[in-house]
């Protein structure tokens, strides 16, 4: 896969991605990523990449012909038709099923805002707006990072386990939150691992992890739940803590029952 950013600052990218699994996808060349700064296609002697509003207004908006000239460089140098993303905060928020459809592209580009915002015909450039969230970022750098390392560690081979990406929270089919998980020591500080992942059945182990993520699931992202096909069981066991949390009683998180073997 070929990432490229049309960023004004390039450098903000070496140190996230100069670590870590992102540097061993890109010398394993599982990954290419490059940076390129649209103001080297700006044109007038001073580099011009913004100007002030039509109509008044606060800031500076980017000018729409570096933008334009850098992608049409891009387009016309690709080996395939590059996928194009513009981060605005105006975008759809991105998640992890927008991750993996992502992840198939052969070919992404990037553009990072900066100042107040773009002329809205740089729009007509991309095949997707994204954002990372309902709040303000001073440009688009930092979210299309995030998006490219949650995009990057679901192509094959990046992960050492081919398992781990599948067993995340938002993934799979179903998109629920991951259920709870430890290592050793089995007794720390009198904090102790659940006795049945240490019983080896693997049938029992595999229930209790099933329940515990639709627990954390409802007690932290219920919205979650409302798409799943759950079994009458599973309904009930959420029912119960939903009734329990309307009575009053402690969460399950704060006495404990989170952990605990299900009844």
Avoid at 163 to 170: G, K, V, Y
Avoid at 194 to 219: F, N, V
Wanted: charged share 25%; with cysteine; aromatic share 8%.
């Amino acid at each position: 896969m070929l990432i490229q950013f049309l960023t004004l600052f390039p450098e903000m990218f070496d140190g996230p991605f100069a670590h870590s699994m992102i540097k061993r996808a890109q010398d394993n060349g599982l990954v290419k990523l490059e940076t390129i700064n649209f103001r080297a296609y700006a044109e007038d002697r001073h580099a011009t990449v913004d100007d002030t509003p039509y109509g008044g207004g606060p800031g500076m908006i980017l000018k729409p012909e570096p933008i334009f000239k850098a992608v049409e460089a891009i387009q016309a140098q690709a080996a395939t038709k590059p996928y194009i993303i513009l981060t605005t905060p105006q975008g759809e928020i991105f998640h992890q099923r927008i991750a993996v459809e992502l992840s198939a592209q052969p070919h992404l580009v990037f553009i990072c805002g900066h100042y107040e915002g773009y002329d809205e015909r740089i729009r007509t450039l991309a095949d997707r707006e994204l954002s990372i969230g309902d709040y303000i970022l001073t440009g688009g750098e930092l979210p299309a990072m995030v998006m490219a390392e949650a995009i990057i560690r679901l192509l094959p081979g990046v992960l050492g386990d081919p398992d781990a990406a599948r067993l995340d929270s938002f993934s799979g089919p179903e998109g629920i939150l991951d259920y709870p998980q430890y290592t050793k020591p089995a007794d720390f500080r009198g904090l102790k691992v659940p006795a049945i992942l240490l019983s080896g059945d693997h049938g029992k182990i595999a229930q209790w992890r099933r329940e515990q993520a639709l627990l954390r699931t409802a007690r932290r992202r219920p919205d979650l739940l409302a798409q799943l096909a759950l079994t009458a069981k599973e309904k009930e066991l959420i029912e119960s803590y939903r009734l329990a949390r309307a009575d009053g009683q402690p969460d399950f998180a704060s006495e404990g029952r989170e952990y605990d073997e299900p009844d």
